[in-house]
């Protein structure tokens, strides 16, 4: 009976310290990926505020034309830099990829989807 209290307190342990590691882990790399991306060279010769704009924020400052819809929103990471990949479909049928810089909302690149 004492061996298995004795078991069950040791793998407790070793559970809590397990999820401990695993969580400190977690926010060291949060940690890094935000200073690669908030510092990284362009942004910091642009004078770029380090505050992200909420998703909203951004639609409203594209100022999209009528009827246009976002099909799908994804964060990339180009040189270094964080971009928002915005893939939406016009009023016209045409489906556009805008890169667009989360900190202005300013569109560095745009393609188009056939």
Do not use: C
Not at 1 to 11: E, F, H, P, W, Y
Not at 41 to 52: A, D, E, L
Request: charged share 35%.
């Amino acid at each position: 009976m004492r061996n298995a209290v004795i078991g069950t307190v040791l793998l407790a342990l070793l559970l809590g310290v397990a999820a401990f590691w695993m969580v400190e882990k977690d926010r060291r790399n949060y940690e890094r990926d935000n200073r690669s991306w908030e510092m990284s060279g362009t942004r910091k010769k642009r004078g770029v505020s380090p505050g992200i704009l909420s998703l909203q924020e951004i639609l409203q400052r594209l100022d999209l034309p009528r009827g246009t819809r976002v099909l799908e929103v994804e964060r990339e990471y180009h040189d270094g830099d964080m971009y928002y990949e915005i893939e939406m479909v016009t009023a016209e049928g045409r489906v556009l990829e805008l890169y667009v810089d989360p900190y202005t909302a300013e569109i560095v690149k745009q393609e188009e989807d056939d």
